[in-house]
């Protein structure tokens, strides 16, 4: 009887927990160079748990991040639907990265709508020294910059240039 009340009570503060914590949970699955999180929430009554957003993630043998994969749950038809994917590729000479993100177009089935990426310099104590944002333009198919930041300081202080 003693085990059953503490197992009780270790459920109630879990859902305790939920409520003050906006009522979402987490779950993650991982093998060696793939991870999958799934995000759960309380529906409307308190009471279950229901589907809400899926990440897959796959990473490099230096275990860094190769592509986030969202999905949407879709309630009407009860499964997930794509939503957003990211591509990490990494400059070993440089020691910066790029990441590309596209939304799932559902008209072609693919990753294709709303393209942006970043390209990040990183110094050799692997702080950010250099940013650059792009946006896809579809009529031209050539990325565009939007975002054009310099040198970042030791101080702190940015320097844009464009």
């Not at 230096?62 to 009860?78: D, S």
């Not at 990441?99 to 693919?110: G, L, P, V």
Request: with cysteine; proline share 1%.
């Amino acid at each position: 009887m003693k085990l059953f009340t503490i197992a009780a009570v270790a459920v109630i503060s879990l859902f305790d927990t939920v409520s003050a914590n906006n009522n979402f949970v987490y779950n993650t699955d991982e093998t060696s160079n793939e991870s999958t999180k799934y995000v759960y929430r309380l529906d409307y009554s308190g009471k279950y748990l229901t589907n809400h957003l899926q990440y897959n993630f796959t990473y490099d043998e230096q275990g860094r991040m190769l592509t986030k994969q969202a999905f949407c749950w879709n309630t009407g038809k009860q499964l997930w639907e794509p939503y957003y994917q990211m591509y990490y590729r990494y400059n070993n000479l440089s020691q910066g990265y790029t990441i590309e993100y596209a939304r799932w177009d559902a008209k072609t089935e693919s990753y294709s709508a709303g393209m942006e990426k970043a390209t990040y310099g990183m110094d050799d104590a692997n702080q950010l020294v250099c940013y650059q944002g792009y946006k896809w333009d579809k009529q031209t198919q050539e990325w565009n910059i939007v975002h054009d930041f310099g040198e970042l300081t030791f101080a702190g202080e940015l320097y844009a240039q464009r």
